[in-house]
């Protein structure tokens, strides 16, 4: 259940909730809004009556959250959620745009894409130094020399970076180079390294797994959450369906299902979502107007010759076209019809 404090409360008032939390065997997650002090009770709380808590002088109401997701819910955080990224902010009713090659393959062609994409505006760069393959006979990426290569190129230009975390192993060396951590769809329940990564406090891009309902993807970020790392972004990218003319099928509808239920912000992929590069602009278009948060996207030099995901990867004239469609759209969505 969720409990919120009467206007003015404080130190005070929240040690009485977590005394009579920790009476019933249960834990306290404070979150302090601008107006209200709100908190998480945490734990089995099935058999605990609304009433112990409502017959609290300090608290003004006292709601039961039946999900089985808590921290990450709309009732115990009523408005939307942003991540700050340094100086950038996800969510805000703003669209980001997260872009770079699938992984980074050499100094130059990350140079080439920084260069190119901070050009176009982008503040948040990706690109895989540590890459999940289906294969082992695959480019499995360069590991820290990746990631080196992608703090050089985006601190250059000012740019935050995202990168994948595959494994434990991987863990200090991309959280110390890394701003954002990317949970892959192949980890979206490894709850081991969720854990570990929810620890290190930096924000955390989880991608849903190919065969995870909703609830399970937000049932991930609870984990983040209950860690105590609230800077968590989702990311729809598509689920497996019977459909074989896409890599997977996005799952659009996820979008505004996920924005209903919990205050994180939702960006999506439609890169691997897809797996084409003909998708990203039509898809790129559905994804704003259904109310996503951004996306991210992979954008390579040359991508005939891309190491990984060259199908799904836009070359720079294409990424564009993609943007001046989405700034476009942008505007539609200020317009007034009279
Ligand atoms: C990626 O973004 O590099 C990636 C491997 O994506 P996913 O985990 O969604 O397959
Ligand atoms: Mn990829």
Same mark, same amino acid.
């Given at each position: 259940?969720?409990?919120?404090?009467?206007?003015?409360?404080?130190?005070?008032?929240?040690?009485?909730?977590?005394?009579?939390?920790?009476?019933?065997?249960?834990?306290?997650?404070?979150?302090?809004?601008?107006?209200?002090?709100?908190?998480?009770?945490?734990?089995?709380?099935?058999?605990?009556?609304?009433?112990?808590?409502?017959?609290?002088?300090?608290?003004?109401?006292?709601?039961?959250?039946?999900?089985?997701?808590?921290?990450?819910?709309?009732?115990?955080?009523?408005?939307?959620?942003?991540?700050?990224?340094?100086?950038?902010?996800?969510?805000?009713?703003?669209?980001?745009?997260?872009?770079?090659?699938?992984?980074?393959?050499?100094?130059?062609?990350?140079?080439?894409?920084?260069?190119?994409?901070?050009?176009?505006?982008?503040?948040?760069?990706?690109?895989?130094?540590?890459?999940?393959?289906?294969?082992?006979?695959?480019?499995?990426?360069?590991?820290?020399?990746?990631?080196?290569?992608?703090?050089?190129?985006?601190?250059?230009?000012?740019?935050?970076?995202? &990168?994948?975390?595959?494994?434990?192993?991987?863990?200090?060396?991309?959280?110390?180079?890394?701003?954002?951590?990317?949970?892959?769809?192949?980890?979206?329940?490894?709850?081991?390294?969720?854990?570990?990564?929810?620890?290190?406090?930096?924000?955390?891009?989880?991608?849903?797994?190919?065969?995870?309902?909703?609830?399970?993807?937000?049932?991930? /970020?609870?984990?983040?959450?209950?860690?105590?790392?609230?800077?968590?972004?989702?990311?729809?990218?598509?689920?497996?369906?019977?459909?074989?003319? &896409?890599?997977? &099928?996005?799952?659009?509808?996820?979008?505004?299902?996920?924005?209903?239920?919990?205050?994180?912000?939702?960006?999506?992929?439609?890169?691997? /979502?897809?797996?084409?590069?003909?998708?990203?602009?039509?898809?790129?278009?559905?994804?704003? /107007?259904?109310?996503?948060?951004?996306?991210?996207?992979?954008?390579?030099?040359?991508?005939?010759?891309?190491?990984?995901?060259?199908?799904?990867?836009?070359?720079?004239?294409?990424?564009?076209?993609?943007?001046?469609?989405?700034?476009?759209?942008?505007?539609?969505?200020?317009?007034?019809?009279?």
């Amino acid at each position: 259940m969720v409990v919120i404090l009467r206007n003015g409360s404080g130190e005070e008032e929240i040690k009485k909730v977590e005394v009579l939390s920790s009476s019933l065997g249960l834990n306290c997650h404070i979150s302090k809004g601008a107006e209200k002090i709100v908190i998480g009770i945490i734990g089995d709380d099935r058999y605990t009556s609304v009433e112990r808590f409502e017959a609290l002088e300090c608290v003004e109401q006292v709601v039961r959250v039946l999900k089985p997701f808590k921290l990450v819910s709309r009732e115990f955080h009523g408005e939307d959620l942003n991540v700050e990224v340094g100086d950038v902010s996800i969510g805000n009713g703003k669209f980001v745009v997260m872009a770079g090659p699938c992984a980074v393959e050499d100094r130059s062609m990350i140079e080439e894409s920084a260069a190119f994409l901070s050009e176009m505006g982008v503040r948040i760069i990706r690109g895989g130094a540590f890459k999940p393959r289906t294969s082992p006979y695959s480019f499995q990426g360069l590991g820290r020399k990746g990631l080196e290569l992608l703090r050089e190129a985006a601190d250059r230009y000012g740019m935050k970076t995202v &990168t994948e975390v595959i494994g434990e192993t991987t863990l200090e060396a991309v959280s110390s180079l890394s701003d954002i951590l990317q949970i892959g769809a192949r980890n979206a329940q490894n709850f081991q390294l969720i854990q570990r990564v929810a620890s290190c406090g930096k924000p955390v891009l989880l991608k849903r797994g190919f065969m995870n309902t909703v609830e399970e993807l937000l049932l991930s /970020a609870e984990y983040i959450a209950y860690g105590g790392n609230m800077s968590i972004i989702l990311c729809e990218r598509g689920i497996r369906t019977f459909e074989t003319s &896409t890599r997977n &099928t996005l799952d659009i509808s996820a979008i505004p299902l996920i924005k209903m239920q919990s205050p994180l912000p939702i960006i999506a992929d439609p890169s691997h /979502a897809s797996g084409r590069r003909d998708l990203i602009i039509p898809l790129s278009r559905a994804i704003l /107007a259904v109310g996503a948060d951004g996306i991210e996207v992979e954008v390579h030099p040359r991508p005939e010759s891309a190491l990984s995901d060259s199908k799904q990867s836009l070359n720079f004239r294409e990424f564009e076209k993609l943007m001046r469609e989405l700034k476009s759209l942008v505007s539609a969505r200020e317009l007034v019809l009279t």
